[in-house]
């Protein structure tokens, strides 16, 4: 059965009004001390597991890489950053964009820093601290979710939502055990869910945006944001509509003058302009002129701006296969589908294939994701309360991994930390989330624990063969798809049908007023 965040008698907490008390606790709340010892067990989960239980072990590739990322901003800064690190003749398509380079770039400052005072080689000091950007990352998305949600419903709400997220395996390992950095990424779309959702729409963009500058895949963030401007700002203010805030009075006060007066299409204009702003500022310390075509490098602005589009074109089709690792539903197409795949050691199939007619795989994932992005968008230009925000964002974040091509293992993230704000209010949504934690988290160790990817000590970790196998690669695949089509069945039944609902109510009092003026 599909999740609900509207019913009751399902574990949905009670609503703290915009406007009452501010709960006692200090910067916490009254949550404290429990969200403290919340934070300070996931920190020491996660402490236990990087320098005690698996030193010096992930993602062979990725760890390896951001070291020497982290080493190469503190040799060069980054304004000789992308000279530096793509050889001649490569595809800038494994390169980041700026975002997390500044984390690294102080991970990398500390790193040369310590190694000065202790006399350890600069590398051995960025290995030790390379993972401690991804859980600090961890850490803030869970005083996200506590400081939001305690505001929306209560604190124990918060500290549910904040060990929910903390403890659910995937986010522990993708951090500690792999190596990656998704959990930054999360953290600046999770920020500017929770800005959209107060009203607060010029730092909503730019937490968007930020996320964007970071991987070009947490577009679908900027997407959602945008449909909710569109629809607040442009076609309910045209509409008459009266301008709603779901923040606590509090939250409000801070906002004065025109900020408070005007919804209308002024404020399109200024979130568009504090975007395009920020997105300068991180952009243009680097050196992405470089990849740039000659022709446009050295002009100011436009060759920065070249060059990383390029590099986002080239990440596009760097692996250009139905699937890269990701259990969804296209492990079970092709002539060596993934479920075959993992088992011989990673054969994956390209997204050339036709699959109907004259169109191939890629076209139909492109398809089938544009839809659903439609359907969400569409309803997020109607409805734009703080469940619809959150189920929308949580259900694209999730098509995003399940429906195109070329999706990679770790995709979903982002939609583990908006659904554990959306468990905040609903039982079942906290099982949806744990479910989905599960089984991503094991998705992660099968290919984690490949010799090809993994270091030495995961390469023999428990289970790992036994996730490969074409049984459990089928399995957990299945459960990807039931678990999105859940969150969209959720989000169709109350969201968009109310959504349409509204439409067809404006469409019908639009008719009835020409007629009473006919008639008149």
């Avoid at 080493?71 to 975002?99: I, K, R, V």
């Avoid at 090809?452 to 996730?467: K, N, V, W």
């Amino acid at each position: 059965m599909a999740p609900s965040v509207s019913e009751s008698g399902t574990g949905r907490t009670p609503i703290r009004r915009p406007g009452s008390a501010a709960t006692p606790g200090g910067a916490f709340g009254g949550g404290w001390p429990w969200i403290a010892v919340v934070l300070l067990a996931g920190l020491g989960l996660r402490l236990l597991i990087v320098y005690v239980l698996a030193p010096g072990e992930g993602f062979r590739d990725d760890v390896l890489t951001f070291e020497s990322w982290a080493n190469t901003l503190a040799e060069h800064g980054p304004g000789a950053f992308y000279a530096n690190t793509l050889p001649p003749g490569q595809s800038p398509g494994y390169l980041y964009g700026p975002g997390y380079l500044y984390p690294l770039w102080m991970v990398g400052l500390a790193g040369h820093a310590f190694a000065g005072l202790t006399g350890m080689a600069p590398h051995d000091a960025i290995a030790l601290m390379i993972k401690l950007p991804a859980i600090a990352s961890d850490l803030l998305i869970a005083v996200v979710l506590y400081r939001a949600i305690s505001r929306w419903y209560r604190p124990a709400a918060g500290v549910v939502a904040a060990a929910l997220y903390l403890f659910v395996p995937l986010t522990w390992y993708d951090s500690t055990l792999w190596g990656q950095v998704d959990a930054f990424g999360a953290l600046l779309l999770l920020v500017s869910i929770v800005l959209l959702i107060d009203r607060r729409s010029e730092l909503a963009v730019v937490f968007a945006v930020l996320a964007v500058e970071t991987k070009p895949q947490y577009a679908i963030g900027l997407g959602v944001v945008a449909a909710v401007l569109v629809g607040r700002h442009w076609l309910k203010a045209r509409s008459g509509s009266p301008a709603r805030s779901e923040a606590p009075h509090a939250v409000g006060r801070r906002w004065t003058g025109w900020f408070e007066r005007e919804h209308g299409l002024p404020r399109l204009m200024s979130s568009a302009i504090a975007g395009a702003a920020v997105f300068l500022v991180v952009l243009l310390p680097f050196d992405l002129w470089t990849l740039a075509p000659a022709r446009l490098a050295g002009i100011p602005v436009v060759g920065p701006i070249a060059g990383l589009l390029i590099m986002d074109r080239s990440a596009a089709g760097y692996f250009p296969n139905l699937t890269v690792n990701a259990f969804n539903v296209w492990a079970f197409v092709g002539p060596t589908p993934l479920t075959q795949g993992l088992a011989n050691q990673d054969t994956l199939t390209p997204d050339s294939i036709r699959l109907v007619g004259s169109l191939t795989a890629q076209v139909v994932g492109t398809v089938l994701f544009g839809l659903v992005a439609m359907i969400v968008l569409a309803a997020l230009l109607i409805r734009d309360d703080r469940d619809a925000i959150l189920m929308g964002f949580t259900v694209l974040a999730l098509a995003f991994f399940i429906l195109p091509t070329r999706a990679h293992e770790r995709y979903l993230f982002p939609a583990v930390a908006a659904g554990a704000a959306l468990a905040a209010g609903s039982v079942r949504w906290r099982w949806w989330v744990m479910a989905l934690g599960v089984i991503h988290a094991a998705n992660l160790h099968a290919v984690a624990s490949m010799a090809r990817y993994g270091t030495p000590g995961l390469q023999g970790a428990p289970f790992g063969s036994e996730l490969r196998t074409e049984v459990s690669v089928a399995t957990l695949s299945i459960g990807h798809v039931l678990l999105f089509a859940g969150a969209l069945c959720a989000f169709l039944r109350q969201v968009w049908r109310p959504a349409l609902a509204d439409v067809l109510g404006a469409i019908a009092a639009i008719r009835g007023s020409r007629s009473g003026t006919a008639s008149d």
